[in-house]
């Protein structure tokens, strides 16, 4: 949920790194979260029969018709069962199987649980449907609102039970889909735990069989991460796991951190009745957004709800409930460590935060060692063993390296990995700017960014000896959400005025998510404000939040040439 990240508020010994699970550290790089990057083949199946000419002409070959000896497993296999082997069917994984395929390569998939990974199970999908609920409720709860549109509606309620069948159906429709869609690209979906034995050998399962791949890309994921001292039963004490499945809406729930994980469930509980107190560790809450965001955020996320919230405090020891006694929170000074407070509260969500699930792949026969569990890798996704050397023909991309745990982050990775294994030989690389990769937060209304910070943007601008400069506008200058009676939010460009070189965009306000993409493809492109700035948006749409906030910045540089001549109508 994949930009800031959800940090805990727990005293625990797990130390950070970048892109890991926090929670008592300044944070230095503000990507740890997880959204959905789900290709278009999870949606509409029907056009996949034709696009697999290159995987048709292999034979199919399963884990169970593959044996091999396991006592060569120090050298490379002679030959092999598949071009490339993934190890993890979620998003990243799916995406790397897509697009290797598109290449020719004759592919398959390990997956040891479900298809489609934490994003489509327990994670972005589910999440998405509960607060399409809460969202719904907040309209037509919203007696102002809807007075000033001239509507009259009823009191409005909800079934729980319906709610979460909502989340549990999407999220079984988007598997299905997905698994549909690498049957029928000839993807072999092999079932098991994938275990590297050596190089370029997979065991899957619990029995002896081996799979050789010329290619192997570790997508393993992550799982949530629960700090020390934290007694999780999965009934009132749950990590987000277990709150998707929304099976109680409790009257008081203490959520411990409050990143993106944090803030979307205190949107759904909130919206369905449920009293929130936010435990964070940090002196100010969502501290890894942009600072003048965060401040708007909490002004109308979380002062005008029914939420508390203690910060600069750790959750020490929470205890389930039990005996008719209700969870027990213990909270300690961050700082001094010393007893601050008890909550007594009907549930607890631990949201601090995942980690990376990579115990059991056997790195340690590639003599690959994780750090704190994440697996290293360089720019192109390469795995690097623990004397800082390439392991030759291994991969390892989304949540399981740390780099920015955002699901379609994941899928990017994929497939810069495959472009790397398929294309370098003929002269092409391709290297993931993950200074791209938007994130977003869907809370009601919701919070999205790219790039840096300002208080990043400022550090970097320092060091490398440039100015930085800020544009802003507001949505109520915009005649599309002014019209939805939605003019609460705030677009904010970070940039170069010498060259204008876009350093960070961030969008609070209605339908920020989808506003988001035309700022991150200007990064990822390296278009300069002075170009993007003459780009058409149609009138009257939120696009022109984002038109407005080009034409605000001031840049010293001249427009580029253009690409081609304008064509006279």
Not at 20 to 41: I, K, Q, S
Not at 102 to 107: I, M, N, P, S, V
């Amino acid at each position: 949920m994949q930009s800031p990240v959800s940090l805990s508020s727990s005293a625990s010994s797990y130390a950070p790194t970048i892109s890991a699970p926090r929670h008592c550290f300044p944070l230095t790089t503000p990507f740890n979260l997880r959204f959905c990057g789900l290709r278009r083949e999870a949606f509409a199946l029907t056009s996949l029969q034709h696009r697999s000419p290159h995987n048709r002409s292999f034979p199919r070959t399963h884990s169970n018709a593959i044996s091999a000896a396991l006592s060569d497993n120090g050298t490379p296999p002679k030959s092999f069962d598949y071009d490339l082997l993934i190890i993890g069917a979620g998003v990243g994984g799916h995406g790397a199987a897509l697009h290797a395929v598109e290449k020719g390569l004759k592919t398959a998939i390990v997956e040891g649980d479900v298809v489609g990974g934490t994003c489509v199970n327990r994670g972005c999908v589910p999440s998405k449907a509960l607060l399409a609920v809460s969202g719904r409720m907040r309209e037509l709860r919203n007696d102002h609102h809807l007075k000033s549109l001239g509507l009259q509606v009823s009191a409005a309620g909800y079934d729980r039970q319906a709610v979460a069948d909502h989340a549990n159906n999407l999220a079984s429709k988007i598997r299905g889909n997905l698994t549909n869609s690498l049957k029928a690209l000839g993807v072999d979906i092999l079932t098991g735990f994938g275990t590297i034995l050596g190089p370029q050998k997979v065991k899957v399962g619990s029995s002896n069989n081996v799979v050789t791949a010329k290619d192997i890309i570790i997508a393993t994921g992550s799982v949530p991460f629960v700090p020390k001292g934290i007694e999780v039963d999965g009934k009132t004490v749950i990590t987000s796991d277990h709150a998707l499945k929304l099976e109680t809406v409790p009257d008081w729930i203490a959520i411990v951190g409050s990143g993106y994980i944090g803030l979307e469930f205190s949107d759904v509980y909130t919206a369905l009745g449920s009293e929130v107190t936010f435990i964070e560790a940090l002196d100010q809450l969502m501290p890894g957004f942009d600072p003048e965001i965060s401040k708007l955020a909490q002004r109308v996320l979380i002062n005008p709800r029914n939420i508390d919230y203690h910060t600069g405090v750790f959750a020490s020891k929470i205890t389930p409930a039990r005996d008719g006694k209700p969870v027990k929170i213990e909270l300690i000074d961050a700082k001094t460590k010393e007893q601050k407070d008890t909550l007594e509260v009907d549930a607890a969500l631990i949201a601090t935060g995942r980690a990376p699930f990579t115990q059991g792949l056997g790195l340690e026969n590639i003599d690959v060692a994780t750090h704190r569990g994440f697996v290293p890798v360089d720019e192109r996704m390469r795995v690097i063993d623990a004397n800082g050397n390439l392991v030759p023909h291994l991969y390892c991309i989304g949540d399981a390296n740390g780099k920015m745990m955002l699901a379609h982050a994941a899928s990017a990775q994929g497939i810069s990995d495959c472009r790397t294994v398929v294309e370098q030989v003929t002269g092409r690389d391709h290297v993931l700017d993950h200074l791209s990769i938007p994130a977003a937060c869907f809370t009601h209304p919701e919070i999205s960014m790219v790039g840096l910070t300002e208080p990043q943007a400022r550090e970097k601008g320092e060091k490398e000896g440039f100015e930085v400069s800020v544009a802003k506008t507001s949505f109520k200058a915009n005649t599309k959400a002014l019209a939805e009676n939605e003019g609460e939010g705030l677009a904010k460009l970070i940039y170069r005025p010498d060259n204008g070189e876009i350093l960070g965009v961030h969008i609070f306000g209605l339908h920020a998510a989808d506003l988001i993409h035309e700022a991150s493809n200007a990064i990822a492109l390296g278009t300069r404000i002075q170009d993007i700035k003459f780009a058409v948006h149609a009138h009257p749409t939120l696009s022109e939040v984002l038109d407005e906030l080009f034409k605000a910045a001031k840049v010293e540089a001249q427009a580029s040439s253009p690409v081609k001549e304008p064509i006279a109508v």
